[in-house]
């Protein structure tokens, strides 16, 4: 968890850890997460964020303004000024993947910097497939076949 005295200006960026005279501010880890996640969501390329039950629970709540279930699929370390964001990503095909990995960070410090106030030193993104438009249909058509394909 980050805090953050209200004053701004007391230190370079305007954060610091500890308390001030008007009260301190502190940002859950969850906040963190859910934002990195609405902007990989919203970075064009990306077919789906996250793995197995994580990647369910994003793409029925992570889609939604405010949601909470953003964060899920985002892991992220906060320092009192400091933040790590790691994220797996399924990508369009045909996509620069090299070229969405640099959209992504650009989008995720951005928004990340912007609502927190922290500073974004590393995102690690890890693409684990590449999704293919057609390769929804062909998964119903394999169930009709009667015999193998190899024996």
């Known amino acids: 968890m980050a805090d953050a005295e209200t004053l701004s200006g007391s230190s370079p960026a ?3 850890a500890g308390k001030s005279a008007r009260g301190t501010t502190t940002i859950a880890d969850g ?26 629970v994003g793409a029925v709540t992570g889609r939604r303004s405010g949601s909470s ?11 009192e000024k400091e933040a790590a964001i790691d994220v797996d990503v399924e990508v369009e095909y045909g996509i620069p993947i090299h070229e969405l990995a640099d959209r992504i960070r ?8 912007t609502m927190t106030g ?3 030193v590393e995102i690690n993104i890890n693409v684990f497939d590449v999704h293919i438009p057609d390769d929804d249909d062909d998964d119903e ?9 190899v024996r």
């Not at 906040?31 to 369910?56: F, L, N, Q, W």
């Not at 279930?69 to 320092?79: H, I, N, P, Q, T």
């Open 106 to 113: 650009a989008q995720v410090k951005d928004a990340v910097e």
């Open 118 to 120: 922290l500073d974004v």
């Open 141 to 149: 058509d394999d169930g009709d076949r009667s015999a193998p394909r």
């Open 69 to 79: 279930g953003a964060g899920r699929v985002v892991k992220v370390e906060v320092g």
């Open 31 to 56: 906040v963190v997460a859910t934002i990195a996640g609405i902007a990989v969501r919203e970075t064009d390329g990306v077919h789906s964020v996250g793995r197995g039950p994580a990647k369910a």
């Open 14 to 16: 305007g954060r610091s």
